[in-house]
């Protein structure tokens, strides 16, 4: 794992646990929103879904803007990865840790996303066919989820 890697892992870690019943979590749209410019000119509220400022403040956190595009809309955070040549949209990639995965929870597993996105997390390991991940707003926290490859 690279040291850029390493460092967006270990920011999503250090903020597992933040939530919104404390307002613990505002710490993660302060980040974002004190990052010039803002993606599409838009300032967070803390009402707003945040798993993509999730993924976006980790990387503002780190000083890793200019690999890793900041945007508060999933959709439109796999536009950007796009135009940088860094997507893969592959049911079977393997990612690695520091990879941001984007979510179609609409997806049936059969063929490639064709939905569009509704979440995205931050992959922190990937062992024996399961990805552990780090998410943003997954149930109003940050908290880690694992899955299969596939």
Same mark, same amino acid.
């Given at each position: 794992m690279s ?7 270990d ?6 646990g933040?939530?919104e ?12 929103n004190?990052?010039?410019?803002l ?6 509220k803390?009402?707003?879904e945040?798993?993509?400022c ?16 900041t945007?508060v809309?999933? #959709?439109?955070? %796999?536009?950007?990865?796009? +135009?940088?040549n860094?997507?893969? !949209?592959a049911? @079977?990639?393997v990612?690695?840790? #520091?990879?941001? %995965?984007?979510?179609?929870w +609409?997806?049936d597993g059969?063929? !490639?996303?064709? @939905?569009g996105?509704?979440h995205? #997390?931050i992959?922190?390991k990937?062992e024996?066919g399961?990805?552990?991940?780090i !998410?943003g707003?997954y149930?109003?926290?940050?908290k880690?989820r ?5």
């Amino acid at each position: 794992m690279s040291c850029t890697r390493k460092k967006i892992v270990d920011q999503a870690r250090s903020w597992l646990g933040l939530k919104e019943s404390d307002g613990s979590f505002k710490v993660i749209i302060d980040t974002y929103n004190s990052h010039k410019p803002l993606a599409r000119g838009y300032k967070m509220k803390y009402t707003d879904e945040w798993c993509s400022c999730f993924a976006s403040a980790c990387a503002i956190a780190c000083g890793a803007t200019d690999i890793i595009p900041t945007e508060v809309g999933c #959709g439109k955070h %796999i536009k950007l990865f796009q +135009k940088a040549n860094t997507w893969i !949209e592959a049911d @079977d990639h393997v990612p690695c840790p #520091g990879d941001y %995965i984007f979510y179609d929870w +609409k997806d049936d597993g059969k063929g !490639e996303n064709t @939905d569009g996105a509704s979440h995205v #997390g931050i992959v922190e390991k990937v062992e024996n066919g399961q990805i552990t991940v780090i !998410e943003g707003n997954y149930s109003a926290k940050v908290k880690r989820r694992t899955l299969q490859v596939n």
